[in-house]
């Protein structure tokens, strides 16, 4: 006979959590941003030259600096992550009535790029253990509906083709890149890594977002390094590569007077002001992810005691550096209603704690999209719950994780 779950003690978790902040005297926000470097000035000299656009050479910088860190060839910063996906998903082939696999479990903008193509959102279930996708069911599924032609790989039920697979790294820990590379190889579908949250992370010793034919990250005002708003894509391929770049800038034919364009183009290169800003953050990037690191181990040590509640926080995956972007506890009942009566209480005690996403079949129009099983995923959906994780919350002198005094969250 299956155990039953234990009921959750919203108070015990409560004090837990408090405790391993160090009983906070003002509102928590769940991730908030750190402006402690050289923000000001970088974003001064911007103003101060002129260069607040398309001109200057801090986008050029932040790519750099990006490419440095990564390890990935060649970088393409855009107004966001959005925009990052749409283009890395039309640069690996996606286009009109093909199909794109990916994890129902993500935020939405995943499987929104993937409609911004005018594909079909093709949703995979999950692993308990990484909450990224689950390439042993991804295998089943694949076996049973698909088929490998000359031109590409078919889904024998709708005749559309499947033109990518999209694995996205929750809350900044790794999926399980390398079986999921193996399926991308036998089927002859290419890796598009939606790396969004995972600027930081690496799996095997290489840095997410690099593995795929491309990927992408994200510098939301949310996300472990913000630029406002902002994206990057990533790539190792020196065609795909400077194809991004001249989609992202309107397909412009270099010129120094003359307006020409070769195709249809977009306008998502990141503009010099958010792109300064990122500079200065990834100067800072190191210290922040120590500070995560921190307060992630200090959440496990304090929440350790409370198995017995039905909690654990969730952990890095073995042979994996997470960033820790976003803390999770993970409550042994799949019950939405005990899983909201604890998100009451930490909200109550002015912790900004959330659920993770809706599921993307559950979302109206993407309801009708196909699908495999999702037994993993909807139980996931009832029973996570992020906690405040800003860079500075164990700082006090610092303020960026904190709202200002007498600001309501
Ligand atoms: C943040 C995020 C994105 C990109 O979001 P933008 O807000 O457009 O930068 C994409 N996918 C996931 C999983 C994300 O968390």
Redesign the pocket.
Known sequence: MMPLAHKPNSQRIVAAVRDALGSPTEPLLLHGPVFAGNEWRYLKDCIDTSNVSSSGSYVTEFENRLAQYTGAAHVIAT???????HLALMLAGTDRDTEVLLPSL?????AN?VAHCGAIPHFCDVENRTMGMDAGKLADHLQSMAERRKDGCYNRRTGRRIAAIVP???FGHPVDLDPLLELSRRWNVPVVE?A??SLGSSYHGRHTGTFGKIG?L???G??VVTTG???AILTNDDELGQHAKHLATTAKVPHPWEFVHDETGYNYTMPSLNAALGCAQMEQLPGFLDHKRKLAQLYIKALSGLEAEGVTVFAEPPGCVSNYWLNALVLDSADEKVRDELLGALNDAHLQCRPIWRPMHMLSMYADCPRMDMAVTESLAARVINLPSSANLLDPARNGGRTAPGKAL
């Open positions: 107004v966001n992550g959005t925009t990052a996906l993500t935020f939405v903008a995943t790029a996205m790294h929750t939606d969004a949250e992408i994200s510098f939301n949310n996300k708003g902002g994206g």
